[in-house]
């Protein structure tokens, strides 16, 4: 069986007047219907333009976008629009990303106008069956976003996201902009409607907290680059790139008797702008070695536990 979704040698390059930004540079993976796909990192790292890659909200600079074994890289214009009924995204702003002027059946009624399949009743039924389904009470039905707190407005976004039954939905830092009690709301509905319908996602997040409860395997990136791709509970169990092993000791433990230590990063960044081949971590990387300035891939280091760092490439041949 193949995967849902398969992504190879992905770049996108944003041209600049000091030459072209690396923001995705060669990044593939494979996910499996009902599965999500986290991608971490600090900001800038390029996860969010990789989820918007894909989505062909960006034009892609080389590499294939297959999904459900389709070529989908290059669609015209009517393969893009149905392609954009089988993937969806949910913001992570959910207010900007909301038209002021739209009420909340109307802002989940567009997808579905837009699409032209269903009369007018049937769009307004499938609307209130969407607001049911997320948790939005039919009282607020002619609101505006302006009246709702910011997990109302969220699930509004899931609601649109939800209403064309896509298979693939980009999670761009969806909690990010919620409290933290909210947020708990939103993953749990999020993983119900996972259940329910089979959906698969990739999870963009710098909450590294929120990213081991909802994820599968885990996605590590490192301006543009992917540094580590691991299932969850061995990333978090077993980190091998230094830079995930950085990432992971900023995690909060609350336990005054069970204190980890953190690690600081020290250095430059290396500018995402023409860089140079070798590893893009090496000037902040405490293990670098003359190595390091060599091209850096993912290799397998341990079953389904991907690293592209010379260092274990090294202890491997060992």
């Known amino acids: ?54 989505l062909h909200l960006l034009d892609i600079t080389s590499g294939q976008v297959f999904y459900e074994g389709r070529d989908i890289t290059n669609p ?49 039924s499938e609307v209130r069956v969407l607001m049911d389904t997320v948790g939005i009470a039919e009282r607020f039905e002619n609101s505006y976003p302006h009246e709702l707190d910011g997990g109302r ?3 509004i976004g899931i609601a649109r996201a939800l209403s064309l039954k896509p298979k693939f939905i980009v999670c761009d830092e969806p909690v990010s902009a919620l409290d933290v009690s909210i947020q708990a709301q939103i993953i749990n ?9 089979g959906l698969a996602y990739m999870f963009v997040t710098h909450d590294l907290s929120v990213v081991k409860y909802i994820s ?11 540094v580590e791709k691991a299932p969850s509970d061995e990333l978090f169990s077993n980190p091998l790139h230094p830079y995930t092993k950085a990432l992971l000791s900023a995690i909060p433990v609350p336990d005054i008797h069970n204190k980890t230590k953190r690690i600081i990063m020290q250095g430059e960044i ?13 000037a902040r990387c405490q293990h670098a070695s003359e190595e390091c300035a060599n091209p850096q891939t993912l290799f397998e280091s341990s079953p389904n536990h991907f ?12």
């Open 270 to 282: 290396t500018s995402p702008i023409n860089p140079k081949p070798g590893c893009r971590f090496m």
């Open 76 to 124: 015209n214009k009517s393969e893009l629009k149905a392609i954009r009924e089988k993937m969806q995204i949910i913001f992570q702003d959910p207010f900007s990303s909301l038209n002021p002027r739209m009420s909340v059946s109307e802002a989940i009624m567009e997808p579905l106008l837009l699409q032209g399949k269903l009369s007018k009743a049937d769009i307004m």
């Open 307 to 318: 690293v592209a760092c010379c260092k274990y490439k090294e202890i491997n041949k060992e």
């Open 153 to 155: 407005r969220q699930r």
């Open 1 to 54: 069986m193949s995967a849902l979704l398969e992504v190879r040698n992905l770049k996108k390059y944003f041209k600049t007047g000091g030459g072209a930004l690396h923001a995705v540079d060669d990044i593939s993976f494979t996910l499996d219907e009902g599965k999500t796909l986290g991608v971490v990192g600090e900001s800038g790292c390029g996860k969010t333009t990789l989820g918007r890659a894909i």
């Open 189 to 197: 509905l999020m993983l119900d409607l996972q259940a329910e319908r």
């Open 216 to 226: 599968d395997d885990i996605m590590v990136m490192y301006l543009g680059q992917s």
